[in-house]
């Protein structure tokens, strides 16, 4: 497995945990309120900074398991994987942005179009570590 | 998801030929990683034009000597 393929792993999985982190902590939020939680700066750096974070700490993982690996520069396939994968992220995130404006003209709630969006963002960034996982391990 | 590309290729008995050149050499002297070798001789990336011809030249070989058509 590439250091690149080992990069989408990394970075899928802390996508997926960050989502699941922000969301549970927005419905533990809008639990005491009764309604949905208004988007809150604190909780959105906190997101970042953990992202942010793990993300380094994967990369030194990774790079220290093998070290000959660690500075390989995106070769042809890497750059054809990305490009496919981002192609696919793109219309994840087009898709779910247009469905999340949908949702605002229909409820006119704008704390849930910015968890929707917010949502999307990261759906699109874990679609595309997906699809990237996919490409590398079947033909492209 | 992409088919499977019709190109053959003998990248591998090539290497084999040539002292056993490992996958990470061949791919040091084309300017791709060891996986990107592997996924062509598996027949799951056809390499660019130029990666072709660099590869035929590290073999000393003719363009069609290392790539084919399937089913020709």
Same mark, same amino acid.
């Given at each position: 497995?590439?250091?690149?393929?080992?990069?989408?792993?990394?970075?899928?999985?802390?996508?997926?945990?960050?989502?699941?982190?922000?969301?549970?902590?927005?419905?533990?939020?809008?639990?005491?309120?009764?309604?949905?939680?208004?988007?809150?700066?604190?909780?959105?750096?906190?997101?970042?900074?953990?992202?942010?974070? /793990?993300?380094?700490?994967?990369?030194? @993982?990774?790079? &220290? +398991?093998?070290?000959? *690996?660690?500075?390989?520069?995106?070769?042809?396939?890497?750059?054809?994987?990305?490009?496919?994968?981002?192609?696919?992220?793109?219309?994840?995130?087009?898709?779910?942005?247009?469905?999340?404006?949908?949702?605002?003209?229909?409820?006119?709630?704008?704390?849930? /179009?910015?968890?929707?969006?917010?949502? @999307?963002?990261? &759906? +699109?960034?874990?679609? *595309?570590?997906?699809?990237?996982?996919?490409?590398?391990?079947?033909?492209? | 998801?992409?088919?499977?590309?019709?190109?053959?290729?003998?990248?591998?008995?090539?290497?084999?030929?040539?002292?056993?050149?490992?996958?990470?050499?061949?791919?040091?002297?084309?300017?791709?990683?060891?996986?990107?070798?592997?996924?062509?001789?598996?027949?799951?990336?056809?390499?660019?034009?130029?990666?072709?011809?660099?590869?035929?030249?590290?073999?000393?070989?003719?363009?069609?000597?290392?790539?084919?058509?399937?089913?020709?």
């Amino acid at each position: 497995m590439s250091f690149h393929e080992k990069s989408a792993w990394v970075m899928g999985l802390i996508m997926i945990a960050g989502m699941a982190f922000y969301f549970r902590t927005v419905a533990a939020m809008s639990e005491g309120l009764e309604q949905l939680a208004p988007p809150v700066l604190p909780l959105v750096v906190v997101y970042i900074v953990v992202i942010v974070v /793990l993300s380094i700490i994967g990369h030194i @993982v990774i790079a &220290v +398991s093998r070290p000959s *690996e660690a500075d390989d520069m995106m070769d042809e396939r890497d750059k054809l994987v990305a490009a496919r994968a981002g192609n696919i992220a793109g219309l994840v995130l087009g898709i779910g942005l247009i469905s999340a404006l949908g949702g605002y003209l229909i409820n006119y709630d704008g704390n849930q /179009l910015f968890h929707a969006a917010f949502g @999307v963002l990261m &759906v +699109s960034q874990i679609a *595309e570590y997906a699809a990237r996982i996919v490409y590398y391990r079947a033909e492209v | 998801m992409a088919k499977r590309p019709p190109i053959t290729n003998r990248v591998k008995e090539l290497r084999e030929a040539h002292g056993a050149m490992s996958q990470a050499a061949l791919g040091e002297a084309i300017g791709v990683t060891r996986q990107t070798i592997i996924a062509i001789e598996q027949g799951r990336y056809s390499p660019s034009l130029e990666s072709a011809f660099r590869i035929s030249r590290v073999f000393g070989v003719g363009l069609e000597d290392v790539f084919g058509w399937a089913g020709d």
